[in-house]
């Protein structure tokens, strides 16, 4: 993969992120208040239960709250290079403050548990 390729798929990355860092984006706001499944952030539970989060990204997030920092927890994925590719994903934790969550909704039951 050459150099170029490598920052076109990074810079995509980041415009999928735009907006995230200001809080800008209107649309999860409506979108969270049109989809019944989707409840505000100030009813997100708060004893560590995990749920999928809209924290501002074009993507859901698996989320709880952390009491210790008072702040939610999110799985947040990250893309580093291996061997000239980027193909090492791995998930790492991220913290926002507690007024920071647009949307909540609990996680899917699995139903064909064997």
């Not at 709250?65 to 790492?92: I, K, P, R, T």
């Not at 934790?93 to 909704?105: C, G, H, Q, R």
Request: proline residues 4%; glycine residues 6%.
């Amino acid at each position: 993969m050459s150099e170029h390729t490598v920052t076109e798929k990074l810079n995509s990355f980041a415009e999928a992120c735009h907006g995230f860092n200001g809080r800008t984006i209107e649309y999860d706001d409506v979108l969270a208040q049109q989809n019944s499944q989707w409840k505000t952030g100030e009813t997100a539970p708060r004893d560590g239960t995990p749920f999928l989060a809209n924290i501002g990204l074009p993507f859901a997030v698996a989320c709880c709250w952390n009491g210790a920092s008072e702040e939610w927890c999110y799985a947040m994925q990250q893309v580093d290079m291996y061997n000239g590719h980027l193909v090492d994903y791995y998930f790492e934790n991220t913290f926002e403050k507690s007024d920071e969550l647009i949307a909540w909704m609990p996680m899917p039951e699995i139903t064909n548990r064997d």
